[in-house]
């Protein structure tokens, strides 16, 4: 399996459990990695023969926008359904970040990983 990743995607959205944050937009830095086969892309030079990952990117963007979700375990949870659907991905791992979330720290989140990987 070949890795096609993005890294450091910049998503602003609502999201949180505390009432300030319900009314606030927050960053959130988002990691993907999208196993696939490149081989087909590799032979035909073809878009379409491959995940196009400024689609995904653009997807990703449109639906994090879209919601309101509490947890970021519902939104990476959400994300990675979404995209295995829509773009038939057969294994994700994605990372999800909230920079300046406490107080101590640089930066929290999740990692989610879904399918097979082969």
Known sequence: MDIIFIRELHITTIIGTYLWERDTY????????????TIPASITDKLEDTIDYQAVARRVKEFAVSTMFR??????????????LEFSIPWIRLTLRKPDAVPCAYEVG?????????
């Open 71 to 84: 947890l970021l375990e519902t939104l990476a949870e959400r994300i990675v359904e979404m995209l295995r």
């Open 26 to 37: 927050q960053i959130l830095l988002i990691d993907l990695e999208l196993g696939t086969d």
């Open 110 to 118: 999740i990692t989610i990983e879904r399918g097979k990987r082969s």
